[in-house]
């Protein structure tokens, strides 16, 4: 299956016309997720189009596995909140859709395609339209048709942003197995601290804009339910919450202070 590639962003220079957006210096292992957290407008999203090939740096690098983003053979799938689904095709027929532009022979789709929406808890869902699904089955067909790509990089920008905290949690733990087996680079942006402690082996955090790294928080894994609850994790969090200056101050010091 497909492996990670290496991401590197160096001096990466990006801007609107005269508004700079985005300054940054990052090294991605192969294999490794990086949540990139910070304000909003900051720039994260336009950190994730510049590494998609869809905006130009004003300057610096943006490689993927040596090779300047555009030029490289590795792919980069983009992952939105909003679902990007073809709303007249049934599942089956959009995740048979990213196959056939990976020139997989006809008579090989509908059978991968079938396996793919397995793999993300739809089977018996095929043929239902876009429209008659759930956020979160949206989301999981979205997931199925990144794969079909066979992407070594994955930037996700909020995905699982509009889903309720159910199917919030339930994606993430999806996410998790799904880059477990196929060993993806992934570059998750997100508001949520607890779903950026939960996802990542490190966790970036960007200055309001332009967005500049601001520091970066290594975070010890494994991954696995209920991690949430154990005091590393409660640490972290603080950790982090101080780091962007929004630190809840504990109810047990607020009290018989003079
Ligand atoms: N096409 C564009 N033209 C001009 N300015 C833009 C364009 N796209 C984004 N911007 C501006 O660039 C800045 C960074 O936007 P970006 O969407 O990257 O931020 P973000 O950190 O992802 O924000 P959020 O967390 O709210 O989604 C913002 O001030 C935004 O208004």
Not at 56 to 83: H, N, T
Not at 100 to 127: M, W, Y
Request: some cysteine; proline content about 7%.
């Amino acid at each position: 299956m497909s492996a990670g590639a290496r991401v590197r962003l160096q001096g990466l220079k990006l801007a609107f016309g005269d508004m700079p957006a985005a300054e940054v210096d990052l090294d991605v292992e192969p294999g490794e997720i990086v949540v990139l957290l910070g304000p909003s407008g900051c720039g994260k999203s336009t950190i994730l189009r510049a590494l998609a090939g869809l905006l130009k740096p004003v300057a610096g690098l943006a490689e993927v596995d040596g090779r300047p983003v555009g030029d490289s053979d590795a792919s980069c799938a983009m992952v939105f909140q909003e679902d990007a689904l073809l709303p007249w095709r049934s599942a089956v027929r959009n995740v048979e859709y990213a196959l056939k532009l990976r020139r997989v022979p006809r008579r090989e789709r509908r059978r991968q395609a079938e396996d793919l929406l397995a793999q993300v808890g739809l089977e018996g869902f095929s043929d239902h339209l876009p429209g008659q699904l759930s956020g979160g089955m949206r989301q999981r067909v979205q997931l199925a048709r990144t794969l079909a790509t066979r992407p070594r990089v994955m930037l996700m920008d909020e995905p699982f942003g509009a889903l309720d905290a159910q199917t919030r949690s339930e994606m993430q733990q999806l996410l998790v197995s799904v880059w477990e087996q196929y060993e993806t680079t992934i570059l998750f942006v997100t508001h949520d601290v607890d779903e950026a402690l939960l996802l990542a082996d490190r966790v970036v955090l960007l200055s309001p804009r332009p967005a500049t790294v601001r520091e970066v928080v290594g975070i010890p894994q494994p991954r696995r339910p209920g991690a949430q609850f154990e005091p590393e994790f409660t640490r972290r969090r603080y950790e982090i919450l101080a780091a962007m200056g929004e630190t809840p101050v504990p109810s047990a010091l607020s009290i018989d202070t003079p």
